[in-house]
């Protein structure tokens, strides 16, 4: 039988390893976070923004008044209807509908497409970000835990991709494709965007792999593949939490600016692509409106993952808070 020292030092590394599986139960439990966060007026204000957005973008049928695609070619660049058509160049008819953001270079409702271009937007941004989620952390994991030829291999090749501009890297995938749509362009970025978390997720685990309730866990006998599930990734989780909220604001401002430069479907519901026509087919600035209300949508919701990310940081890890 073991002596009572050896059973002392048993129950000891155990307790060690409860509290390390159980540290989001500390500082980083939801509702501590939440607490934190709810104070923070700022990242309030971004969180109803992104849930203002995505009810918006669930709601598309039923808020869009026109469907987004209908079109009347005779009524292209007709300005909203609080401003004076004549003083465009427009004439409308006495019984001709009226549209509250106008209509585009086609003859399309703005708003209507406006709110289906949220849709887009944000089925791209969270497609981008969780593809380059589930690689980078599981790169980053294998090169943090293991260490050695595995680290080396992984890094170099983050360092490669890494030294080319993401975009310009981005624009030389997407060249392969005969023809180019949002779904490709969601998945050329999120193939090109996880060497940023991978880097952040090889940090942590290198960082956590040698605390004490990991080396408990590993002297009571715990396999590799528990010790990096159950108590270095649940570990590692809150910089991710970070890095996915603002990642989000990033593949969406990605995805316009490829749909911008002509890349993808030209009548796709992309506010870039709506940008684009404007500029390129309305002769703006006097027709500003094509321009103005998809661009004003796309910095909206790009603040609002921002502000919100920028408070999560703040909720999370309090000691950077200034």
Known sequence: MADLSTIDQIKTAEAAADDGSQASRGPLHPLAVWKRLRRDKVAVFGGFLVIFFVLMAALAPVLAPYPPKDRDASRRVEPPYWLDAPRYGKTVAAD???????????????????????????????????????????????????????????????????????????????????????????????????PGICRLMRAQVMATRELDFVNAARALGAGHGAIVIRHVLPNCIAPVIIWYTAGIAGAIMSEASLSFLGFGDPESLSWGSMIDNGLRKANFPTEWWPVAFPAAALAMLVLAFNLLGDGLQDAINPKLKK
Request: proline letters at 3%; a neutral charge.
């Open 96 to 194: 001709a509908p009226r549209h509250v953001l106008g209509l585009d270079t086609s003859g399309s409702d703005i708003l209507s497409r406006v709110i289906f271009g949220a849709r887009t937007s944000l089925m791209v941004g969270v497609a981008v970000v969780t593809l380059a989620s589930l690689i980078g952390i599981t790169l980053g994991a294998l090169a943090g835990y293991i260490g050695g030829g595995v680290d080396a291999t992984i890094m170099r090749f983050v360092d490669m991709l890494l030294a080319f501009p993401f975009l310009i890297l981005a624009i030389a995938v997407i060249s392969i494709f005969p023809q180019t749509t949002v779904f490709h362009i969601a998945l050329v970025l999120g193939l090109t965007s996880w």
